[in-house]
């Protein structure tokens, strides 16, 4: 069972570049997160997507962008990286109720340089 | 705004019991959440309270005061395999999750 997978891993990327982390769920989740995590502050939601077709910002969701084409992929894109955009970014979904919890998948490490 | 409170750091010692508090101050309240997440790795769920009480479940059971905004996590017997940090996080009134800056448990043997 896969559950919930992110790509790439880590990343190492110039500043002004863009990027796009990619995440899938093979769980039916109608919805989908994504958060940023940095040290002391816990997890900050960056957007997030009821389900399919539809999306939400989070917390901190300048400098992101994110597209819901189907129940399964919720792409996030970086148009033009910043140093304080480095940080590990973790995909979520959970089903429409929440009392389950969100599975998280293993995130990806990325540094802006 | 919204608040959720928690220890930075504890530490306790292999075949202890301990207990990890968590405050909070939300717009609403749709129920309480527990994870683990060791070093370098996602969280993974261990509990959910949306009633006044105790869910106990193994060695690890969860608490919650809806009138206190008041919560904690019971670890009991505890191993080193359990040293994560422990992160609490409520659902407002949006359906939102916040999240608390989690709580790094250290286990000594």
């Known amino acids: 069972t896969a559950g919930i997978t992110q790509a790439p891993t880590s990343q190492i990327l110039a500043a002004g570049r863009s990027m796009t982390l990619r995440c899938t769920q093979d769980m039916r989740h109608n919805a989908m997160y994504w958060y940023r995590q940095d040290l002391g502050l816990g997890l900050r939601l960056i957007h997030y997507s009821n389900t399919a077709g539809t999306t939400g910002k989070g917390e901190v969701p300048d400098g992101y962008s994110v597209s819901r084409a189907n129940t399964d992929d919720f792409p996030l894109t970086l148009a033009s990286a910043v140093p304080s955009q480095t940080s590990v970014y973790f995909c979520?979904?959970?089903?429409?109720?929440?009392?389950?919890?969100?599975?998280f998948g293993p995130g990806t490490r990325l540094t802006v340089l | 705004g919204q608040n959720i409170d928690q220890p930075t750091e504890m530490t306790a010692t292999e075949g202890a019991i301990v207990q990890i508090n968590c405050t909070y101050q939300?717009?609403?309240?749709?129920?309480l959440f527990w994870y683990q997440q060791h070093a370098g790795e996602a969280p993974t769920f261990l509990s959910y309270?949306?009633l006044d009480g105790l869910e106990e479940k193994g060695r690890f059971s969860s608490f919650l005061s809806r009138s206190k905004g008041y919560s904690y996590l019971l670890l009991k017997e505890l191993q080193m395999k359990d040293s994560a940090s422990y992160l609490c996080a409520v659902i407002d009134s949006n359906y939102q999750l916040i999240w608390g800056a989690g709580t790094k448990l250290i286990i000594k043997p």
């Open positions: 309270n949306v």
């Open positions: 939300t717009s609403g309240f749709n129920g």
């Open positions: 979520a979904s959970s089903d429409s109720n929440g009392g389950s919890g969100q599975f």
